[in-house]
């Protein structure tokens, strides 16, 4: 638990994905009108351009792969002092392509990284009700 | 924007003036900004009643969540008409990422349109006290940000950091060779008297011992933010041949435009180099020049694996070959025959001050007013802001060349 960190606030947009990453399911926001998949859901789908999308969030597996990652040694905000180094991810879901998310690597520093390389989701557990989405390399 | 720019070379500029960038003034901000603005049309050879436009971006380009204060933290241009006392036909401000590149293009169509006669360009950027620069308290996070920051993905080194590691693996670079890019900046910056690092050139050394921030980003690779302003008077071809100074003339512009809505602060590699190809392009139609035509382009650097990616997006090397081309001595200002890519010192070497330095290279030189840095024979300019698939460029041309 590191409560102090900032906790993302659901709003009406967010709080359907926010329940389900409690309970550690990883969900994308999908578009009613088109079906596609997208992050962060805009107030226009960006694949069918709608501005009525509807976004629903759909759990996805959280596998993926490693477009590219850094070590963050200085945070910015609060919170963080006691976890840098920490290794930050940019990981394309598998669940479609250009599908992006961006996530705490949870091997820690050491851990060998290439591009490419398999992921599954996880999560950190910041405060009772609160987890964040983060990933681990694929076993 | 696929024709070439109806009023290119129709617009120039007539004067400038420019602080010292610090890390902290002695005046306020408001105070800096009134007297450049002063000095810069006085130096136009005007009066501040002939300045009837009036354009900037107030930014703060601080990651910090400040609250905006005019006269202390930013200053807008109708703020700083306001102060010096003239009520302008035209003040607007650019609120788009490249700011320097998106007010010279509100600039230039004012003066071209017979909006403004006499432009009075300006940036004024601050340097807060209180805390680290991008350090921001917040505690809960609302909005776009909440699907980024509570991982602790947030500011500007983990947004650049990410693509600069995609660059080194993909191409088979290293972060040593960015040593290169850096000791060039703070040599030419070093030359600058204005320059936060007058006199303090970086060795290769202290560039590689230097402490990472977040990996593969170090210290070094970020230019360090200043308390500082630049002024510039715009007016027409025609008005400006009458001034004193050599004119300075605007052949055209290009801004990018990326296509896919990302996660806030997310510069995926392949976004840099597919928008900065689309801007290049766009810029080349639009000013009438070809890469090989532009003899002083000045990449933009605040982060220095940008300027990897500018010389790439400008066509100066092959995509993926920029790291080789600089460790080569490829950009070496002092070296006969290379390209002088930060011959003003950039940002890394000057100080944080968004794109000025590209900017005030380009018309230095262009006008013949580089003092003891003068180069020989330059005629096209090339000033770049932020990163090629948003911040886009100007392309200058001096007296004679079109």
Redesign the interface.
Known sequence: MSASRPVPVPDAVSAPYWAAAAEHVLTVARCARCGQASMPPEVVCPHCRSTDPQFTFAPVSGRGIIRSWTVVRQAFLPGFDADVPFVLVDVELDEQPGLRMIGRLRDGVDARLQLSAAVVGDFEDLAEGIAIPAFVLAP | MSARFSAGNAVAIAGFATTEAVRHAEQALGALAVDTARSAIADAGLRVDQIDGFVSSSLLPS?GGHRPEEGVSVVSSAWLAQQLGVSPDYAAGFDGIGQITGSVAIAVNAVASGAADYVLLHRALHNPRGR?Y???????????L??????????P??MI???Y??YL??FGARRESMAAVVVEARKNGARIPWSYWHDRPLSSQEYLSA???????CRYDCDIPVDGVAAFVLTTAERARDLPHRPVYVAGYASGAPQ?????T?W??DDIIEGGAEMARKLWAHSGIGPAQVDLPQVYDGFAPLVWLWLEALGICPTGEAHRFVDAGGIDADRPGSVPALSGGGALGNGRMHGLPQMLECYLQLAHRAGPRQRDEVNVGLACHSSPHYGGAVVYTAEGVC
């Open positions: 990651a680290r991008h350090s921001n308290p917040m505690r809960e996070v609302h909005g776009a909440q699907w980024t920051a509570p991982q602790g993905f947030f500011g080194l983990a950091a990410l693509p590691t995609e693996q993909r402490p990472m921030l977040c990996d593969p980003v896919t809505p990302r996660l806030p997310h995926p590699l």
